[in-house]
């Protein structure tokens, strides 16, 4: 009989249905848009500043890689062309390549008949504005690397400034589940400027490295344009 009793509780039990406990989940968009009115506006330059180093990477990474886009043959026709005596068929050489090597080029040939020392200065000045041209509007993107973390880490002392202040003025009773979403949301602005930072800091390095290879290619198509006019005639 005893056991009769205690198949029956165990059978209730087991009709018995345990609470449902429904997970909380948040979506990354309603994460950035919970953080109120200073959250969503700081959130806000951030993703505008992302498209604008975005944007410059691309535009930039473009423009370096046509600079770098030379006829392997380029120096061996101007050579021909200089040796034979015709500048003016290196002149037109020139001016068929849309690249800083060959613009560096013209501007050497076109004072072929100076002394060696203006022919270097006027090919390193000539250097400088294709390097100026190159790094244009690429330090933006060092700018938006170190201001978008800093940007974001405001939006994350403003949240917590204000997650005190309720905590203050409701004199210790606020709820600890309302001051941990005020704390979690306001700490979404600092991974936000994390984010764009990163991307940008990337950005901005491999843009240095490849401007880097095109300094290097138009210095040694200099000296090697400087030795042709050094070679014995």
């Known amino acids: 009989m005893l056991n009769f009793f205690q198949d029956a509780d165990a059978a209730q039990a087991a009709l018995e249905v345990e609470p449902v406990v429904e997970e909380k989940t948040l979506s990354l968009f309603d994460l950035m848009m919970s953080g109120g009115l200073g959250g969503q506006i700081i959130i806000g330059i951030l993703f505008i500043l992302l498209f604008v180093a975005v944007y410059i990477y691309f535009e930039r990474l473009f423009a370096i890689k046509a600079a770098t886009q030379v006829d392997p ?42 002394p060696l020392e203006d022919i270097n200065t006027a090919i390193e000045n000539a250097g400088r504005l294709e390097v100026y041209k190159l790094e244009k509007n690429v330090s933006i ?3 938006i690397a170190g201001a978008a973390p800093m940007i974001g880490f405001l939006g994350t002392v403003i949240g917590m400034v204000l997650a005190f202040h309720t905590l203050a003025t409701s004199s210790g009773q606020a709820e600890m589940g309302t001051l941990a979403e005020g704390i979690y949301t306001a700490m979404t602005t600092t991974v936000a400027g994390l984010i764009v930072g990163i991307i940008a800091y990337i950005g901005y390095n491999h843009l240095v490295v490849k401007t880097d290879k095109v300094v290097h290619q138009m210095e040694a198509t200099a000296v090697d344009f400087l030795d042709l006019l050094n070679e014995p005639a």
């Open 141 to 143: 993107l060092a700018t």
């Open 73 to 114: 043959n380029f120096m061996l026709q101007i050579k021909d062309s200089v040796l034979n005596g015709n500048i003016e068929s290196a002149k037109i050489r020139c001016a068929q390549n849309n690249s800083p090597v060959a613009r560096l080029t013209e501007k050497g040939i076109s004072r072929i008949g100076s």
